[in-house]
């Protein structure tokens, strides 16, 4: 697994006690890093693919003491094969990770097997933006209000990653009523800077985090966004207050929903 994986599961906070969904999980690496910290109460596995679920049980059982056997693996960790995008729950998840299919660049410049570049798949291509959203909308819906959706991708590509986050948050609200915000981590990640090289400044997304492979650290790439959802009755329009009067923190958080309920000037908030 490349090093900048971790990160979208670090990035969910888990806790003791949480309900996890990994909702495009296979073959399962992110969810047997967040297995091993042993704080969900429950994970479910889900993904589209047979095959890939097939090898997600072989890594389990590699890497979990006793998966097959064991009652402790029986009772926290569930195996789902569905469409992500009509996923349903009653519950509500605590965390949502939602690791979409994407053009996996390090793969598609590295190998010509089964390219998404190759150009008979440019209609699949032109099609995974749309089904990312899709797949980030049911996640807003899945999880419970106060919790957290992950999204994260291996791709450069700005219109998978910052693109797809705000067209979901604009679809979540319009189409559910859901509102997310955004929580801004360059703080939190700031510290691993020299060992991965994190987009900044012009390369810095607006809504994640990107790992940019680099020769000198050649991880990634990865990008990841943290959103939380909130309740609609949360959201008060009398805090909305001028841009130089927020840090960058907060100015993030306050963005998302404004953009989905399309009020205001995106870079420059009004009073
Ligand atoms: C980037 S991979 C996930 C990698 C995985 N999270 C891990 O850490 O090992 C994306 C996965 O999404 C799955 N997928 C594609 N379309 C899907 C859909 N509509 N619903 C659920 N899963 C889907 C693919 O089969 C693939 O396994």
Redesign the pocket.
């Known amino acids: 697994m490349d090093g900048a994986?971790i990160l979208p599961v670090l990035a969910l906070c888990l806790s003791p006690g949480d309900r996890v969904l990994?909702?495009?999980?296979?073959?399962?690496?992110?969810?047997l890093v967040a297995l091993q910290t042993f704080l969900p109460d429950i994970i479910v596995c889900?993904?589209?693919?047979l095959s890939?679920l097939n090898r997600l049980r072989r890594i389990f059982k590699d890497y979990l003491f006793d998966f097959e056997n064991g009652n402790k693996w029986r009772e926290r960790v569930f195996i789902s094969h569905v469409?992500?995008?009509g996923y349903e729950d009653r519950e509500g998840f605590d965390k949502v990770?939602v690791?979409?299919?994407?053009t996996?660049d390090r793969v598609s410049v590295t190998e010509d097997e089964n390219n998404i570049f190759r150009p008979d798949r440019i209609k699949e291509r032109l099609k995974i933006p749309e089904?990312q959203s899709q797949?980030l909308v049911n996640a807003l819906k899945l999880v419970r209000p106060g919790g957290a959706v992950v999204y994260s991708t291996?791709t450069l590509s700005p219109i998978q990653n910052d693109g797809v986050v705000h067209m979901a948050l604009k679809q979540a609200f319009e189409m559910h009523g859901i509102l997310a915000t955004i929580r801004d981590m360059s703080k939190c990640f700031a510290c691993l800077s020299s060992t991965l090289r994190l987009g900044r400044d012009a390369a810095a997304p607006r809504y994640g985090q990107l790992v940019m492979p680099h020769v000198s650290a050649n991880f990634g790439p990865a990008y990841f966004s943290r959103l939380i959802r909130t309740n609609a009755m949360q959201l008060d329009l009398t805090q909305y207050r001028p841009r130089h009067e927020y840090g960058d923190v907060e100015r993030r958080e306050w963005f998302a929903p404004v953009a989905a309920l399309g009020v205001g000037d995106r870079r420059r908030p009004r009073a």
């Open positions: 994986s990994d909702l495009c999980s296979a073959p399962g690496g992110k969810a889900n993904d589209s693919s890939r469409n992500g995008v990770l690791d979409v299919p994407c996996t089904l797949l291996c």
